[in-house]
């Protein structure tokens, strides 16, 4: 695998694009519950603990799959989009998917 770098400069515009909208800066956790609130396209603001869950594990492989780790597959019958793993992809360090999380954040924030 390549050396995972993530562009400071970058990450700070996201960093002060949600500063901007939401008051302070979010943490990654928080960035990622957006990105599934986001691509789950309801307007919805409050949800269950599980519900927050499936968010964060939304955001995660819509942020992934830009990386080709996992591939989008459907929405089921209640819109929630549903991906899969791709096989046969490195496994990574936490740090690592720290690092590819936040460079995907980067990628996902510049293509909206």
Not at 10 to 19: D, H, I, M, R
Not at 36 to 54: A, C, Y
Request: aromatic share 10%.
């Amino acid at each position: 695998m390549s050396e995972l770098v993530v562009d400071i400069e970058k990450w700070a515009s996201v960093e002060e694009k949600l500063k901007l909208r939401f008051g302070k800066i979010p943490d990654l956790q928080t960035i990622i519950f957006l990105v599934g609130h986001r691509e789950l396209g309801q307007n919805r603001t409050t949800f269950t603990k599980e519900e927050k869950q499936d968010l964060m594990h939304v955001g995660v492989c819509k942020l992934l799959s830009q990386a080709g780790y996992y591939h989008f597959v459907s929405n089921d019958k209640d819109g929630w989009p549903h991906f899969e793993p791709v096989r046969g992809k490195q496994k990574l360090t936490g740090e690592q998917q720290e690092l590819l999380l936040k460079q995907q954040i980067i990628t996902y924030f510049e293509h909206l």
